[in-house]
């Protein structure tokens, strides 16, 4: 597949006369960094994290106690108590994997949820900005997406946008 890009402005016919599409641009991640619920949800996340990242070192302590407990007993233990034991251990480490992998995906879920309202207000705090100033589209500018943006043909909407978040 072949791409062109032209260097030339678009156009759109508007009423017999070709007018400029007008467009607007902002980085996103900087616009949601700046709302004020931003560092709230940050903060819950950081509090949910430090309780699952307790969880995980409670679980890996009693790991550990049962093992140093299996080490110093193994040349003692009769043989059937030696193959309960390291089955103890081998489930007691599966399930401390299965949960590190659990609490992996609720924190991942934990944090889309969370974020999710704040999206969509600047969703539509982006289309309102858009829509007063009548641009065409927002252009997002994180990831180096647009490297380059003429500032006389596009409109830097990122403060019109943050004020209207506050």
């Known amino acids: 597949m072949m791409m ?5 402005p678009i156009m759109a016919q508007e ?4 007018q400029p599409i007008r467009f607007g641009y902002l980085s996103y991640d900087s616009a949601l960094v700046a709302m004020a ?15 699952y990242d307790t969880e995980l070192l ?6 550990n106690d049962k093992y140093e407990a ?23 480490l599966q399930r401390n994997i299965d ?28 289309a309102q900005v ?6 065409a589209l927002v252009l997002n500018t994180d990831s180096n997406a647009c490297p380059f943006i003429d500032p006389s043909l596009g409109v830097d909407v990122s403060q019109a946008v943050n004020d209207l978040l506050k």
């Open 70 to 92: 299996f080490l110093e007993g193994q040349k003692d233990f009769p043989h059937t108590i030696l193959l309960k034991r390291q089955t103890e251990l081998q489930e007691l």
């Open 58 to 63: 409670r679980v890996e302590k009693e790991f």
């Open 15 to 18: 009423e017999g006369h070709y």
């Open 4 to 8: 062109v890009f032209l260097s030339v």
């Open 130 to 135: 858009a829509a007063q100033q009548h641009l």
């Open 37 to 51: 619920d931003y560092a709230i949800v940050q903060q819950n996340m950081t509090n949910l994290r430090q309780a």
């Open 99 to 126: 949960f590190k992998k659990q609490g992996l995906s609720d924190l991942q879920k934990a944090e889309r949820e969370a974020m999710q309202p704040l999206r969509k207000r600047l969703n539509e705090a982006i």
